[in-house]
């Protein structure tokens, strides 16, 4: 049964078509609307999930982190003691720096812009260096550090750590000799009409294929490294920490790229170059 008008008018054609054109764009507001509450909701869950990770779960690691170190600072252990005590450590730290690498994307994701101002560079990376030894105690770990006679600051936020941070255990991770060496080799050079610092973090690791150093920077890259090599198997991480230090290196209008450390021979280790703009 057909709905008629109560005056008797049929509407015209034009505002037939008007009508229809309405009852779309209604349409769409509703869905969208529906659709933007969903989002909602979902980021609202995202959060609390994030807060579950980087405060509750946080919150649990911490006091097993000091409890190891108490135990390594003032009881005498037998070498094999030592051995899995330092293992327990690094892998309560390594949860810890996962966390904070959560934690520090999604302030990334929530803050699209950050205030950038001058860094002391040869500071930020003397921090890098202590914190990696105290992670890594179940390996010698030598890491070499040149600087320029002068000062070196460049144009970054309060994360600059984390950049040189993941760079340097992931090369710690990824290197199995017996004692690992790595180099960071810090210069100013002229880039694109800046000046620019240059930060060589060079490695003697296992080193990563050609062919698989254009996807170095994104999420899939670590899975894709240990079907590569098999022995890499043990190497613990998420695979968050390179693409983390590419979206922060972007954010501070830097460059950064991946060279193997002998010309030709991808297996003799591996170079990442960090270019980072002057004030």
Known sequence: QLDYP???????????????????????????????????????????????????????INP????????????QVSPTQYKY????????????????????????MEQQTSEIVPKDLGKSLGMVVAEAKAVFL?????????????????????????????????????????????DLVV????????QHARVQVIDRGVGIPDELKPMVFTRGFREMHRMERPSLQKAKGAGMGLSLVKSLVDRYGGKIWL?????????????FV???PLP
């Open 6 to 60: 109560e005056n008797g008018k049929i509407p015209t054609k034009d505002i037939m078509q008007a009508m229809e054109t309405y009852a779309t764009v209604a349409s769409i507001a509703i869905d969208n609307s529906i659709m933007f509450r969903e989002m909602s909701d979902a980021r609202s869950e995202v959060k609390m999930y994030l807060d579950l990770l980087t405060h509750d779960v946080g919150n649990f």
């Open 64 to 75: 097993v982190t000091a409890y190891v170190e108490l135990v390594l600072g003032t009881t």
């Open 85 to 108: 005590l330092s293992s327990a450590l690094e892998s309560t730290k390594s949860i810890s720096h996962l966390i904070r690498n959560v934690r520090r994307s999604a302030q990334m």
């Open 138 to 182: 179940s390996k010698k770990v030598d890491i070499r550090v040149k600087l320029p006679d002068d000062d070196v600051w460049v144009m970054a936020d309060d994360l600059l750590e984390e950049v040189f941070y993941n760079l340097v255990s992931n090369s710690i991770k990824y290197d199995e000799h017996d004692e690992v060496v790595i």
């Open 187 to 194: 210069d100013v050079v002229d880039f694109e009409g800046r």
């Open 259 to 271: 060279e193997n450390r002998v010309y030709g021979d991808h297996s003799m280790g591996t170079t």
């Open 274 to 276: 960090v270019l980072m």
